[in-house]
């Protein structure tokens, strides 16, 4: 798919149905194969993807995952039921999603109860992994799915995490940014330089908005 426009109304997107995300509490064991927790970030270093082998001949030693890392502060915030991010480490400013049906969604004002977050779209990084580390120590919700370009809304879940450690994900995780459950919220951003990104719209290809409970009775234990 051509690159996706991030910043629009929400009323241009279409009336869908809803798919539920399970919503689990991050802990070292829920999020193997995804990522970890992360206690310090001045103590961890996020993963850097070697560039890949082309043929025959390998990739100098020593070469090919020198591009390093950006990082910035990532801000979400909801402006009635619609919830906006922005970026800095890499200049991005998005409309996440909304609470409510598109169609109904306002900016002015809350239409509805915001239990969840509805997702239109989802990407990952090949170049790197990414940490979401939370300024504000409050809860927030991370979704994601494990690599494979063969992506289904059955494939996704959101992690919970309580605010006390940051989320850190695996290059080629699938995910969509990190969501506040209060009205907004700074994390602390890192990732790789390079920033590669590969998307899906989620609406578009299959039918459905992801909703992601944002309410700490849903949290499961794994």
């Given at each position: 798919m051509s690159k996706p426009e991030y910043i629009f109304e929400a009323s241009s997107k279409p009336s869908l149905p809803?798919?539920?995300?399970?919503?689990?509490?991050?802990?070292?064991?829920?999020?193997?194969?995804?990522?970890c927790l992360v206690d310090d970030p001045d103590d961890f270093e996020i993963g850097i993807t070697r560039w890949p082998q082309q043929g025959w001949?390998?990739?100098?030693?020593?070469?090919?995952?020198?591009?390093?890392?950006v990082e910035g502060t990532f801000r979400c915030d909801w402006r009635g039921d619609v919830l906006y991010g922005e970026n800095e480490a890499v200049n991005g400013h998005y409309v996440l999603g909304w609470s409510a049906d598109p169609q109904q969604a306002r900016?002015?004002?809350?239409?509805?109860?915001?239990?969840?977050?509805?997702?239109?779209h989802m990407n990952y990084h090949p170049d790197g992994g990414q940490l979401f580390?939370?300024?504000?120590?409050?809860?927030f919700i991370v979704p994601a799915a494990l690599p494979?370009?063969?992506?289904?809304?059955?494939?996704?879940?959101?992690?919970?995490?309580?605010?006390?450690?940051?989320?850190?994900?695996?290059?080629?995780?699938?995910?969509e940014g990190?969501?506040?459950?209060?009205?907004?919220?700074?994390?602390l951003?890192?990732?790789?330089?390079?920033?590669?990104?590969?998307?899906?719209?989620?609406?578009r290809e299959f039918g459905v908005y992801l909703c992601c409970p944002l309410r700490a009775d849903r949290v499961r234990d794994l």
């Amino acid at each position: 798919m051509s690159k996706p426009e991030y910043i629009f109304e929400a009323s241009s997107k279409p009336s869908l149905p809803w798919h539920e995300v399970p919503l689990i509490r991050a802990t070292d064991v829920s999020l193997r194969g995804y990522g970890c927790l992360v206690d310090d970030p001045d103590d961890f270093e996020i993963g850097i993807t070697r560039w890949p082998q082309q043929g025959w001949r390998p990739i100098d030693e020593g070469t090919g995952d020198e591009g390093g890392y950006v990082e910035g502060t990532f801000r979400c915030d909801w402006r009635g039921d619609v919830l906006y991010g922005e970026n800095e480490a890499v200049n991005g400013h998005y409309v996440l999603g909304w609470s409510a049906d598109p169609q109904q969604a306002r900016t002015d004002r809350r239409t509805a109860a915001r239990d969840q977050v509805l997702l239109w779209h989802m990407n990952y990084h090949p170049d790197g992994g990414q940490l979401f580390y939370p300024l504000d120590r409050k809860p927030f919700i991370v979704p994601a799915a494990l690599p494979g370009d063969n992506l289904s809304p059955e494939k996704v879940v959101a992690f919970w995490g309580d605010g006390s450690k940051g989320i850190y994900i695996h290059a080629g995780i699938w995910h969509e940014g990190v969501f506040p459950v209060e009205d907004e919220q700074r994390f602390l951003d890192r990732q790789g330089r390079v920033h590669a990104r590969v998307s899906a719209d989620i609406g578009r290809e299959f039918g459905v908005y992801l909703c992601c409970p944002l309410r700490a009775d849903r949290v499961r234990d794994l």
